[in-house]
Structures are given as C-alpha cells and as structure tokens.
Antibody, heavy 120, light 107 residues
C-alpha cells in the first residue's frame, strides 16, 4: 500500500523557519515526482512546489519562490520542504502528494497533512 | 497563470440525483484537467485525470468531459458518500492551479 507521512509542522513566529518532511513507502520512491500542496484553514487548495523524480527539476509557486525550497533524498525515500521567512499567510495544512506516473503529474495519493501555524 | 473558475459554488441535491459541476479555464489547457474530491478532515483524492480518465478505484458513476477551456465532472447518481467538495486542477502549465471548489451538499 502506498503511504505518505508528513512531519515537521508546528507553531512558528513570523520570519521563522521550518522544514517539512514527507516519508514515502509502498512504492519505488525514486521513480515519481513529488509535490507539496497547502490548504489554509477553511480555504481551497494551493499548489506550492514540485520536484522531479531525480531531483533535477524543481518548481515553486510565486507566493513562496525565494523563501521555500523543495528537495528530496531518494536513498531515504523522503521529500522535504524548507520554509524560511515565514509569514502569517503561510498558515495552512501542508500535504505532500505523489505523482501518479512518470509524465502524469496528477497528485495521488496524498498524505494526511501537517499543520503549520505562523503567529507571534 | 491559468485561472480555473468552478461553478456553481454550492450544489444542493438529493441522493440519487445527477450532479453536474463545471470548470472553466482562463486559457486552453488542452485535456490536462483533473478533478479531486475532498471530505471534511481528509486529504483530497484524485477522481479524474486528463479530463476523462477515472483514477484507480474510482466508481463508474464519476465521469469527466471537456477540452480546451470548458470541462465538466458528472456524478450520474449521487451516493451518500459523494457529498463533499470538488476541485479541478490543471497541469498544462506552471504554476499548477486549482479551482476554488464546488461544494455538493445534501438538499
């Protein structure tokens, strides 16, 4: 069974940093792109970042570019989201999601998410 | 950035009825449009990808259609577990974008 488990969320002050992790199991992690999507409380979905299977290509939303960095370690079956210069508007549940196949970067399945709260 | 506009915002229907949800793109996304379902307290689940392909394990009552800028998700006969929020998403270009969602609620 494919599983994705996020960790690393929590309460952080504006301007602070957090590193989210996403551990994958039940599939060949190195064969799939990985993605981060967030959802502010009571709001819709917002794509944040994606990283190719090898880690060569990385993409970020304009709202986080220059502050967030996506990475992965295929030897550890894990993807990461380094978040710096956090703002109140970054408060959200952060989900990681696997792409369904090579060249088919639809997001499925998703992890249960980790909550990031940015507040003083 | 490609903007996706979903309509209606809320759809009030009874079990057994047909649901028709719309997603319109601000520019052509070819067939690179997908649909997700999200229930309260749960992560989203992929229903349809590339406009009309059902994801693994998705019941046949869910179908997708459209191309270019206009897309439709149809639920042929609503089951109790189908009352949820539905989002469309495009993978035609970066940044990937989602619609604002349509809530299907029990009438």
């Amino acid at each position: 069974e494919v599983q994705l488990v996020e960790s690393g969320g929590g309460l952080v002050k504006p301007g602070g940093s957090l590193r989210l992790s996403c551990a994958g199991s039940g599939f060949t992690f190195s064969s799939f792109s990985m993605n981060w999507v967030r959802q502010a409380p009571g709001k819709g979905l917002e794509w944040v970042s994606s990283i190719s299977s090898s880690g060569t290509y990385m993409y970020h939303a304009d709202s986080v570019r220059g502050r967030f960095t996506v990475s992965r370690d295929n030897a550890k079956n894990s993807a990461y989201l380094q978040m710096n210069s956090l703002r109140a508007e970054d408060t959200a549940v952060y989900y990681c999601a696997k792409s369904i196949a090579a060249r088919l970067d639809w997001f499925d399945p998703w992890g249960q998410g980790t909550l990031v709260t940015v507040s003083s | 950035e490609i903007v996706l506009t979903q309509s209606p915002a809320t759809l009030s229907l009874s079990p057994g009825e047909r649901a028709t949800l719309s997603c319109r793109a601000s520019q052509s996304v070819s067939s690179y449009l997908g649909w997700y379902q999200q229930k309260p307290g749960q992560p989203p689940r992929l229903l349809i990808y590339d406009a009309s392909n059902r994801a693994t394990g998705i019941p046949a009552r869910f179908s997708g259609s459209g191309s270019g800028t206009d897309f439709t998700l149809t639920i042929s006969s609503l089951e109790p577990e189908d009352f949820a929020v539905y989002y469309c998403q495009q993978r035609s270009d970066w940044p990937r974008t989602f619609g604002q969602g349509t809530k299907v609620e029990i009438k």
